[in-house]
């Protein structure tokens, strides 16, 4: 029973990082001390990465701009990398940043500081 586990366990990480493009580091720890969480975590990440009534790309932007609100540099490159994965240009990006410095102030823009590296 184990082995299935350890089997499902990573045949999930491997979907959810194929959708993303990379496996978040924070995906394996929390596989490893509770696969249900994990499968939880895929659940709610399957909508977020899935077109809707918004598209997935909006909805990824969306995140970015929550993770930089709440001012969690780490969080903010994997969803840059997951909005470039999903196809949000440069400028979107940018526009974003003018979004998140109205409604958040600098210190959510300066959050962003390692993630706004990817766009060169």
């Not at 790309?57 to 701009?65: G, H, N």
């Not at 780490?74 to 196809?87: D, F, H, I, P």
């Not at 940018?94 to 979004?99: G, K, R, S, T, Y």
């Not at 958040?104 to 823009?109: L, M, N």
């Amino acid at each position: 029973m184990e082995e299935h586990r350890d089997l499902e366990h990573e045949e999930l990480l491997e979907s959810m990082s194929e959708k993303l493009g990379f496996t978040p580091h924070i995906l394996e720890i929390i596989g490893d001390l509770d696969s249900e969480s994990l499968k939880r975590y895929n659940r709610c990440n399957k909508k977020l990465l899935s077109d809707g009534a918004l598209p997935a790309k909006v909805k990824i932007l969306v995140a970015l701009a929550v993770v930089a609100s709440k001012q969690c540099e780490r969080c903010t490159v994997v969803q840059m990398q997951s909005a470039l994965k999903n196809g949000a240009t440069k400028e979107e990006i940018m526009e974003l940043m003018d979004v998140i410095f109205i409604t958040s102030g600098a210190p959510a823009v300066a959050a962003c500081r390692d993630a706004l590296k990817l766009l060169k």
